[in-house]
């Protein structure tokens, strides 16, 4: 049988390996290895587990490709799976991965935000990706990523503000019947060591919900997230893992939410830290400043306090703040004194009572040029299934009347010019997300 030069290496490895003795500073990296990768009763109870150890000591001997031997020894890592192991290597070597969900939900009312299209059946997502993320752990690694959606959504995603004469992205005359496409991103990365750089349109780091459903516990979204947030940039942004607790931000980006066209003068600062406070514990500040396209010159930031407790981790509690000042800021068509600036605070809690079943609130209240708005929400994460999750909720929001009036005089809320005061009652949604 021919080996190729990675069964090679993966075949040194072994006996390289199996040759250590448990004395030796290769044994040291063994133990460390195996307390994250088996259980601490089981490190030295088997020929089998010293060899898982003394395996994932050398990943960092090798090149980028040959670490995902260390993927796969913690996946095998119980019974020492050698072939396993190697075909996983040979499977994962080019490190590219697609992938995508369907999302299908109805709500009985309109909130303002994404979930436009009430008392009827909506595809809202529909989503594809190409993926590859770099990792500069053993070097100089590229990756990047590509997102397509079709959906009811897609109008929420889109970058807007460009020349379409000079640069015709996502935006548009798409949008029929509340659905169309949408490029949520396009970015190429490059990785080394504790840094990576991305460059192209990517999602934003303010915030805490994101626009991807897969990953929110709530079928809606907040108010802060979809008025006082960016939801896309694009430019270039350099991650640095400063410490094991301290990831620094720093970019720069076309201002809010366009494209590859420069938006209204858009030139603005992207970035900020999140701190691990302890194993349980984190805070993150993300900031824009600067000219920030389509809502003028200023400032925003976001705060995030993120908390999991409970014998076994089983409750999330998570508080958002977020603040935005800028000169051409008006959300909602709202006039008076401070219209230019937005500001509010999200709750959140959650429990997961098992694998399989968890249940959340969030209470927020928002506020733009002197008016509020106040929200309650209750729901469950329901998975019947893997790669199934049904996510049924409650919410219950009011506002002044300045705000309710604002709002249902502005013709991108009012899609189906439905009556009425939407800022006072009930809403009951739910939808089911398929990934893939």
């Known amino acids: 049988m021919l080996l190729t030069p990675k069964s090679w290496k993966v075949l040194s490895a072994f006996l390289i ?80 991965e697609v992938g995508g969900w369907v999302q299908m939900g109805y709500y009985t009312g309109q909130n303002g935000l994404f979930n436009q299209f009430d008392n009827r059946f909506n595809f809202q997502q529909n989503w594809l990706y190409v993926e ?50 949408a490029l949520p991103q396009a970015y190429g990365e490059v990785a080394y060591g504790d840094w990576s750089v991305k460059a192209g349109h990517f999602y934003t780091l303010l915030g805490y919900e994101v626009v991807t459903a897969p990953d929110n516990f709530f079928y809606s979204h907040a108010f802060t997230m979809f008025n006082s947030e960016a939801f896309t940039h694009t430019g270039v942004l350099a991650t640095h893992a400063m410490t094991e607790n301290v990831t620094n931000y720093y970019g720069w980006t076309l201002g809010w939410d366009t494209a590859f066209d420069q938006n209204a003068g858009g030139s603005n600062f992207l970035g900020g830290s999140s701190v691990a406070l302890s194993d349980n514990t984190s805070l993150t500040y993300i900031t824009t400043f600067g000219d920030l396209g389509w809502i003028g010159t200023g400032y925003s930031h976001s705060l995030v306090f993120d908390h999991t407790f409970g014998c076994e981790g089983e409750w999330n509690y998570v508080a958002q703040s977020d603040y935005v000042d800028a000169t051409a800021y008006n959300p909602y068509g709202i006039a008076g004194a401070g ?32 008016s509020d708005s106040y929200s309650a929400t209750f729901g469950a994460n329901i998975k019947p299934m893997d790669r199934l999750i049904v996510r049924p909720e409650v919410r219950y929001y009011f506002a002044d009347s300045a705000m309710a009036n604002a709002v249902n005089n502005a013709a991108a809320f009012d899609a189906n010019n439905n009556p009425g005061d939407p800022f006072d009652g009930f809403i009951f949604g739910i939808d089911a997300i398929l990934t893939f």
């Open 132 to 181: 590859k993320v770099a990792d500069g752990s053993c070097g100089v690694d590229f990756g990047g990523r590509f997102d397509i959606m079709y959906g009811s959504d897609a109008q929420f995603t889109q970058a807007f503000g460009n020349d379409d004469a000079v640069w015709d992205w996502d935006n548009g005359n798409n949008i029929h019947n509340g659905y169309g496409w």
């Open 17 to 96: 390996a199996a040759g250590m003795s448990m004395g030796t500073a290769g044994s040291a990296q063994a133990g460390d290895c195996l307390d994250s990768c088996c259980e601490p009763d089981c490190v030295f109870t088997s020929a089998g587990d010293r060899l898982c150890g003394r395996l994932k000591s050398m990943c960092g001997l090798w090149s980028y490709d040959d670490c995902c031997v260390d993927d796969c020894i913690d996946d095998c890592c119980d019974d020492l799976c050698v072939d396993d192991c190697v075909g996983c290597c040979e499977i994962e070597e080019n490190g590219w």
């Open 339 to 370: 219209s230019t600036e937005a500001y509010g605070i999200n709750q959140y809690l959650i429990y997961n009572m098992t694998d399989t079943v968890g249940v959340g609130t969030r209470v927020e209240w928002w506020r733009a040029g002197g």
